[in-house]
């Protein structure tokens, strides 16, 4: 049964202190929805818990599921706060009452119920499991009749050591407790050592701070029972669901230390039945037999000749520190095997399952457990495609044009900055029918009989015409620059080279790096920006001798040949005496003004908090 374990909020009590066995239970109950308290203030941790309490807690914990089933009880009224919660487990056979049809709502449960009502909402797990049987150890054990010796010879070892001794052999509570004792759901804590002996105090009633633990370990122990496995392969970290361990068949390569290679694969993951059934067939080569996915490592070069094709059935998806890329790759040609039809159509779940996992959210579990590894996306539709071939292959003819100067040949002009920029977009198909009206960009390449159209009245939406075939891409990216704005740079760096546009040389005086006149302590760095009329602005100043304050700007020339800008980001950061940098403040949009003086000299106006700020700068020589 699947418990809930997610922590929406939490209340403190004032009768819960932090460092009481059972306060992170509190909290996780509290979070979980599984328990509000008495009162806005109070938990009752000393609280006895009743029936109806604890059938409460536990349809809660489950999630609390409608039951089908509508039995109760003649001591159970219609409508009451805990109805729905009997009805589930009488459907789910947790009770079945306290005799001639009634449920006794308000009767203190002891620990001995306690217990055993949450062993059977965990679908009873040790029964049919003979305590009593001799303890026989076998080389030809199997995996569960090896689980159950060991079992058997730990409560050997219990009762040899009177470990539970208000717990009788044969009880209806022995199993549970057994079973709670085993799970780490009853301890220490939640049980207590007496003079003569551990007890279990199966007669005790069971308090609220009692049974709240009993929940949370119990949760505790399906967390660690549904933890992953994992394989570390060098900084890539595998995690594999517990419940196929047994199903899949493991290749594992490792990454290749110390060699500077362009591809290597370091795993190859197939179900393990279709690799039995290929050799139980006398398939010699097996290679592919019902592979699921392998994880591939590749440099930067062997990445970019990559998404310069089709890339169908291969994700990128991840990037280590020394700057080699991780591509996930499901076949293309599947190969699920069984002996037989009636086999097949027999397993047919289980491979289904097998490969909603692996093509589901594995990539994203992959970096959350490696820490050298960071997220990375590339999208490979046709357009991604011809933008990586202006990038990295350099053997595409285009032209880009618009209604001021027409089609402009690239010439010698290097388009690799724009095309990478647009790569990093991700463009997925759309489902637009028709283009906005007004102007657009058009990336054409006339050998090959495509073009595509950037719209200025959406920005974002990119048409493709290839010959009578039409669809068009959308690309979301958070930033200042979006495609048609890249595009229109794109252009008219090729016109400002062909000397067609002119106007946008006079970021020029701008370029470059610059000091603070008087202080000389403040930095600058001004680059031009992809896109028209653009720059970036990297600005530093020490505010003392363990304080840095930094400033991260995108700006745009305006008519009167000034850059101005809304969308700063300001940054103060302090440092402590070996070196360790920790952010103290940071602020967005502020805004500003850099002009240049009759002199060539740089004025920064800006805002600091509530007052107008200026400062000169000087170029470096």
Request: include cysteine; charge should be negative; charged fraction near 25%.
């Amino acid at each position: 049964m699947s418990l809930v374990t997610i922590a929406s909020d939490t209340k403190e009590f004032a009768d819960v202190e932090n460092g009481d066995y059972f306060y992170f239970a509190v909290q996780w109950g509290v979070g979980a929805g599984i328990t509000y308290g008495v009162d806005e203030e109070h938990f009752a941790p000393e609280k006895n818990v009743t029936r109806a309490q604890v059938v409460t807690f536990l349809w809660r914990m489950a999630g609390q599921p409608i039951p089908t089933v509508t039995k109760t009880f003649i001591d159970v009224d219609a409508g009451s706060w805990y109805e729905t919660a009997v009805q589930w487990a009488v459907e789910n056979e947790i009770t079945e009452g306290t005799g001639d049809g009634m449920f006794s709502p308000e009767l203190v449960c002891d620990r001995a119920m306690c217990i055993t009502l949450l062993y059977r909402m965990m679908g009873s797990p040790m029964d049919g499991i003979d305590l009593t049987a001799p303890v026989e150890f076998s080389e030809d054990m199997t995996m569960e009749d090896l689980g159950v010796y060991l079992i058997r010879e730990i409560v050997k070892e219990m009762r040899s050591n009177e470990i539970f001794m208000d717990v009788p052999e044969g009880s209806y509570y022995e199993v549970p407790v057994i079973w709670g004792c085993l799970n780490g759901i009853i301890n220490d804590d939640n049980t207590g050592i007496l003079e003569n002996g551990i007890m279990f105090r199966a007669t005790d009633p069971c308090v609220r701070k009692e049974m709240i633990s009993f929940l949370y370990q119990t949760k505790l122990m399906q967390d660690a029972a549904n933890a992953p496995e994992t394989y570390e392969l060098g900084p890539v970290t595998i995690p594999f669901p517990q419940e196929y361990s047994e199903l899949l068949y493991r290749n594992i390569y490792g990454i290749i230390e110390g060699e500077d290679v362009d591809e290597e694969v370091i795993l190859v993951i197939q179900e393990r039945a279709s690799k039995e059934a290929a050799e139980a067939m006398g398939e010699e080569d097996d290679d592919g037999v019902g592979e699921l996915f392998r994880i591939v490592r590749v440099s930067e070069n062997r990445l970019h000749e990559m998404l310069c094709g089709d890339m169908s059935g291969e994700k990128v998806f991840a990037k280590d520190s020394t700057g080699k890329y991780y591509v996930i790759c499901y076949p293309t040609d599947v190969r699920y095997i069984r002996e037989t039809n009636e086999k097949m159509n027999e397993d047919i779940e289980q491979w289904t399952k097998l490969n909603n996992w692996a093509r589901g959210d594995l990539p994203d579990d992959i970096i959350a457990c490696s820490s050298d590894l960071s997220a990375v996306t590339f999208t490979n539709t046709m357009l991604d495609m011809y933008l990586a071939r202006i990038a990295y292959a350099k053997d595409v003819k285009y032209t880009i044009s618009t209604t001021e100067y027409g089609p402009l040949e690239p010439g010698k002009f290097d388009g690799t900055k724009y095309a990478e920029y647009l790569l990093g977009g991700n463009f997925v198909t759309s489902d637009e029918k028709e283009a906005p009206d007004g102007e657009y960009v058009v990336l054409n390449f006339p050998d090959e009989g495509v073009r595509y159209d950037f719209f200025t009245a959406d920005e974002n939406l990119v048409r493709e015409i290839r010959g009578d075939y039409t669809t068009f891409y959308r690309r979301d990216l958070p930033g200042s620059v979006t495609n048609t704005e890249a595009m229109l740079g794109w252009y008219y760096s090729i016109a400002e080279q062909t000397g067609k546009k002119e106007d946008y040389k006079e970021l020029d005086p701008f370029i470059g790096e610059w000091h603070e006149e008087i202080a000389g302590r403040g930095t600058m760095t001004i680059t031009k920006s992809v896109g028209l009329a653009k720059v970036d602005i990297e600005a530093r100043w020490p505010g003392s001798a363990f304080e840095v304050s930094t400033w991260s700007i995108t700006a745009n020339l305006t008519e009167d040949g000034k850059l101005v800008y809304d969308n700063g980001k300001h940054t103060v950061t302090e440092y402590d005496e070996d070196g360790n940098d920790k952010v103290i403040s940071e602020t967005t949009n502020e805004s500003g003004i850099i002009s240049l003086n009759r002199d060539g000299k740089l004025v920064w106006n800006y805002q600091d908090g509530e007052q107008s700020e200026e400062s000169v700068f000087v170029r470096n020589n």
